[in-house]
């Protein structure tokens, strides 16, 4: 790989990681929801410095309809004194006090209709932030679940099934073959038991077969009878062969 393929990968991964930042629904979720909280915020500093206004309003208002009654007293005062230009100047400074009181009531008036549109709309977005909320909650869940999901399908994805699978009939195979290897084992050492056994049974026929050539080699050996005997033992002798050549026929089938 050339040093232009590297330099690619390497700006190709830096996008997709960027790009998957941008795309990341919970990161969206929370500027999201901060964006509410800030114009929250906004909304209701607003509301304060309308409020503030409008306090002002009120004050100026009521001051103005105050001078109105004042000067409107004074002038029937002079009107009782007999003093009619005194009268007509109280008069003057009372429709002045009275025209800025009205002027002010229609503004008043008009701040109202606002702080009551602030306050109405600080109270549904204070309501949107909370239902924004669970539902921020909710979509990071299913975000997390898709997320893990994924993750589990591309791992999948990467596994070789066929290769695993091969491994596992190797081993199969290789654990047969043992298998195979221990039962022939066993087997022989078996049979090689079987045979010592079988050896020390053909001695015990031979030892046997021994000690009964002794027995009758023993006295009668050039055909005479031994001392005592009559001519009956040569039916017994004959007994005896026929015993031995029994037992020459077992010791053959062993």
């Known amino acids: 790989m050339n040093l232009f393929d590297r330099l690619a990968r390497v700006v190709k991964s830096y996008a997709n990681a960027l790009l998957s930042t941008f795309e990341d629904p ?4 929370d500027q999201a929801v901060l964006e509410m909280n800030d114009d ?6 607003a509301t304060a ?10 004050n ?3 001051a103005a309809e105050q001078a109105s009654n004042d000067w409107y007293k004074r002038a029937q005062l002079a009107l009782q004194k007999g003093d009619e230009d005194l009268a007509r ?10 025209d800025n009181a009205s002027a002010l009531k229609t503004q008043l008036d008009q701040q ?21 909320k669970q539902k921020k909650d909710t979509l990071k869940a299913r975000a997390q679940s898709a997320k893990t999901a994924t993750k589990v399908s591309e791992m999948l994805g990467n596994v070789n099934t066929s290769s695993a699978l091969s491994a596992f009939e190797k081993m199969e195979e290789k654990v047969m073959t043992m ?22 049974e053909t001695s015990s026929v031979d030892d046997d077969l021994a000690s009964l050539k002794k ?34 026929r077992k010791a053959r089938d062993y």
């Open 26 to 29: 919970e990161k969206i979720l």
């Open 60 to 62: 100026k208002y009521k």
């Open 49 to 58: 410095q309308v409020l503030a206004s409008q306090k002002r309003l009120e």
């Open 179 to 200: 298998e195979s290897q221990a039962e022939a084992l066993n087997q022989l050492t078996t049979d090689d038991l079987e045979g010592k056994f079988a050896m020390l």
């Open 40 to 45: 929250l915020i906004k909304m209701r500093q």
């Open 89 to 98: 100047e109280a008069l003057k400074r009372r429709k002045s006090y009275a």
């Open 215 to 248: 027995e009758l080699s023993g006295p009668s050996l050039k055909g005479e009878l031994p001392p005592g005997r009559t001519a009956v033992s040569s039916f017994r002798d004959a007994d005896i062969e026929n015993e031995l050549n029994e037992l020459r």
């Open 112 to 132: 109202k209709s606002v702080v009551d549109n602030l306050v109405s709309n600080t109270k549904l977005l204070e309501s949107k932030i909370a239902e924004a």
